[in-house]
């Protein structure tokens, strides 16, 4: 991101009004209706032209694609680009757009609100399958056609505004992933493709956040605000983790198995935990600086202790690491609910970094 420098540079919060033409197109595809798809790809790709013609003829410095190629809103874009969810209508007053303590102090205002204007949500989003990422597609479209009208104009830069993992899909329910925790570490993993896809077409990447606001406001009360504090640092760690691209060269991919001395735990596998980094790590445990480089998981019970059979690793080559939990590590697998409470256990791991 360049740094004003000489002058302050300009710029905006990203999402821009659509052109009729275009919201003619998106209205009939929010309703079901067969459009033709290139008479849209076209108008879609004029409008961008346009909107960034627009944006530098008014002086703006840093400016965006205006968001046109996002079909439903800022958020809820994401589920034409993920897999694992469907769609479902909102039975009558169980729209959780509808509550909050705004909602509760100002009721009145939005009781005419609400007579004046269609809900824009009127369909819930449940995951029922496995979350990965689909909108290459549609994202190197929008890339395309952003990076096309680039080339018409004089900007300083370009922005592409996306939605972060807190705010993905808000108000979702999850069928499929054994928590919400599990299930929202799928969606900043599938999340982290068009973050970098972004990246590496040499755009600044934005993070639309804004379900971390309305939290708050849907949290406290009846939680306390030391329990929003915790939900915003898990959602920020999670953020930080998911856009330190950097080659990747901080983090340790591996598969890991855990057993008992006595009996081996079969049919499971911690490789959906993902990557963690380092410093996240030697902060949250207060591990050793040397043991956190192997860690490999950030659900290590605090105090484990982490031996690694080499003390550098490197680049491309492997490691196996082996970490003593002790009793806590019950909480690792399912498989230990039934056993009997093992003595020691281990987490084995052949990572590469």
């Avoid at 929008?142 to 807190?166: H, R, S």
């Avoid at 008992?260 to 980094?277: L, T």
């Avoid at 490197?314 to 409470?341: E, I």
Wanted: contains cysteine; proline residues 4%.
């Amino acid at each position: 991101m360049k740094r004003s420098t000489s002058r302050i540079l300009t710029t905006h919060v990203g999402s821009l009004i659509r052109p009729d033409t275009l919201q003619d197109f998106l209205r009939a595809r929010q309703g079901g209706k067969t459009v033709d798809q290139r008479a849209y790809d076209k108008c879609l790709t004029d409008s961008v032209a346009a909107v960034v013609r627009r944006q530098a003829e008014a002086g703006i410095d840093v400016v965006s694609d205006g968001e046109f190629g996002k079909s439903i809103s800022w958020s809820q874009y994401v589920i034409e680009r993920l897999s694992g969810f469907e769609r479902r209508p909102i039975k009558p007053g169980a729209n959780p757009f509808a509550r909050g303590a705004d909602r509760t102090r100002f009721a009145e205002f939005y009781a005419e609100l609400d007579a004046r204007e269609t809900p824009a949500t009127v369909s819930e989003s449940i995951c029922v399958g496995p979350i990965a990422y689909t909108g290459q597609a549609a994202l190197q479209r929008d890339i395309d056609n952003f990076t096309a009208a680039l080339g018409e104009v004089k900007v300083e830069e370009g922005f592409l505004p996306v939605a972060a993992p807190a705010s993905v899909i808000p108000d979702r329910k999850n069928e499929y992933y054994k928590s919400d925790e599990e299930c929202l570490q799928a969606i900043a993993d599938a999340m982290r493709t068009e973050y970098r896809m972004i990246v590496e077409a040499g755009f600044i990447l934005q993070l639309d956040d804004a379900r971390t606001a309305v939290t708050y406001d849907r949290m406290v009360p009846p939680a306390s605000f030391q329990d929003y504090r915790t939900w915003v640092a898990r959602h920020v760690e999670i953020l930080n983790h998911h856009v330190n691209f950097d080659d990747d060269h901080d983090y340790l991919d591996a598969v890991v198995q855990t057993f008992s001395h006595a009996k081996p735990q079969v049919g499971w596998s911690a490789h959906a935990f993902g990557r963690c980094d380092v410093a996240t790590l030697q902060r949250k445990y207060d591990l050793p600086l040397m043991t956190t480089a192997y860690s490999t998981c950030l659900d290590l019970a605090t105090g484990a202790g982490i031996g690694a059979s080499s003390t550098l690793i490197a680049y491309n080559s492997s490691v196996t690491l082996t970490a003593t939990l002790g009793s806590s590590c019950l909480a690792w697998s399912p498989n230990f609910a039934s056993a009997s409470r093992p003595r020691d256990c281990w987490i084995v791991a052949d990572a590469s970094r």
